[in-house]
């Protein structure tokens, strides 16, 4: 009796940890698959990468879901890791949520069907930032890692729109160059922001928003990506939010 | 949740009135049963261990002291790590619990019950980093299948329940290695 007991209690593991270690149920197949990281209470460890130490995010549960589809919602694991299957071809945008309160969104643009798309994001009480983007294009073509490359930037698709994250390398509010978070672009990109609307992070903008930008800001851009290769990228912004002096 | 902790305390204290009988009728093997379960043991295993949606590997090492009859306190640290959508990952889990031997001569199937933490860190290319602990506890079983009086070739399955400030995870944790049980 003994033994039969332990067995069942054996099968009966195995069994809900083979069904674990399937894929998330809550997400349907096909269309594009996303996989994230949340790094939340962050702390910056290189000064050089142009991150700083900013106060800690409001510990929390922390819900991601798709805007144009609210059914597709994950709640991000222990250890900040979440997925979402069935994403819509073309682009979406995540909504994330601490608590219930809405702390940001991130657009992602220029999806082809079949992609697989790898984000690295930092949340902290007030907003959202994307550190770091990948695609794997599952079936070999377009500008996945298994693909050829055609442009420097991951995920970039020149005439699309674009939102990329970085610090200003060097330039002026009308136009500079922008080094973007993490492995996103293996170069500087070319921003040209003269008719772009200026933000500042805490301020409702304006001219005095407008001069406050300038070598080391730290700004989110959003735009049209006029061209791009893989030696050199242009966009043409509509928004610039500048997240830190 | 609940009736996961619910499960396995009912699986673990199990005791129904024809076990006994049956025990009694084989005083052999109860005694021999009696005889494996004396004395420390340790184990080190291979581990992976599914933590969110990352797929983590590492080690698992345990050390179990006897009781009675068939009841061993158990500690047990693993350690896993890997990579997933660009960030890498570390968890470290201890924990301490109880654990029940069943009958068997070759095979020697056991349940355990755990409480403790587990501390998870993520790091971003140097660049981020960023780290917590959660509490919760552990529910397993496995079977050790015995080589020599004192080795054992070791399986076993385990499900951490952990609480973490973005709530309850249940994940699964799966380890294959060998144990030493030293005489008493």
Redo the contacts between chains.
């Keep these: ?3 039969r ?6 099968v ?3 069994a ?3 069904w ?2 399937g894929s ?1 149920p809550t997400s349907p197949s096909g269309g594009v698959k996303l ?3 949340v ?8 000064a050089s ?1 142009g ?1 700083s130490a900013r106060s800690a995010a409001k ?4 819900v991601v879901t798709v805007q144009e589809n609210p059914s597709l919602s994950v ?9 979402i299957q069935g994403l819509p071809a073309g682009g979406f945008t995540l909504v994330f949520s601490v608590n219930g309160a809405t702390v940001g969104q991130i657009t992602i643009t220029a999806v082809a069907e079949g992609t697989t798309i ?3 994001v ?1 949340v902290s009480d007030q907003e959202v930032e994307l ?2 983007m ?1 695609t794997d294009d599952d079936t070999g073509s377009g500008n996945g890692d298994q693909g050829t490359k055609t442009c420097m930037i991951e995920g970039g698709k020149p005439g699309a729109g674009i939102e990329l994250e970085g610090n200003v390398d060097s330039g002026t509010s009308s136009q500079f160059k922008l080094r973007v978070n ?2 996103r672009s293996s170069g500087l990109v070319d921003v040209a922001a003269a008719g772009a609307s200026y933000k500042c992070n805490g301020n409702k903008g304006g001219s005095d928003c407008k001069s406050n930008l300038k070598t080391g800001s730290k700004v989110h851009v959003g735009g049209n990506l006029t061209s791009c290769t893989t030696s050199a990228a242009s966009v043409t912004a509509t928004e610039v939010m500048i997240q830190k002096d | 949740m609940r009736l ?1 902790w619910t ?1 396995g305390a009912i ?2 204290l ?1 005791h ?1 009135a ?2 006994s009988a ?2 009694r009728a084989r005083p052999a093997a109860k005694a021999k049963a009696k005889a494996r379960a004396d004395g420390t043991d340790l184990s080190a295993s291979y581990s992976f261990l ?5 797929h983590l590997h590492g080690a698992d090492l345990s050390a179990s002291f006897p009781l009675q009859r068939s009841w061993r306190l158990l500690g047990d640290l693993s350690v896993h790590s890997g990579s ?4 890498d ?1 570390k ?1 470290v889990n201890f924990m301490g619990g109880l654990r029940r031997l ?3 001569r070759t095979w020697q ?3 355990q019950a755990m409480i403790g933490g ?1 501390h ?1 860190t ?11 602990t ?1 509490w919760g506890g552990a ?5 050790d299948y015995r080589l020599s009086p004192r080795w054992a070739l070791r399986g076993q ?3 951490l329940l ?1 609480h ?4 309850w ?6 380890s294959i290695g060998l144990a030493y049980r030293f005489p008493r």
């Design positions: 009796m003994f033994l007991t332990a067995r069942h209690l054996v009966l593991i195995a809900a940890a083979m674990r270690c998330s996989q994230g990281v790094v939340q209470d962050a702390t910056a460890t290189s990468a991150v510990a929390g549960k922390i709640t991000v694991s222990g250890n900040g890791t979440f997925e790898k984000i690295v930092r550190v770091d990948e993490g492995n | 996961a499960l699986l673990l199990s129904p024809g076990a049956a025990a599914r933590s969110g949606e990352a997933f959508a660009g960030a990952l968890q069943f009958g068997g199937p056991f349940g587990s998870a993520s790091r971003f290319s140097d660049v981020l980093a960023s780290s917590q959660g529910l397993g079983a496995g079977v399955g385990d499900y952990l973490w400030d973005a709530g995870d249940a994940d699964p944790r799966l």
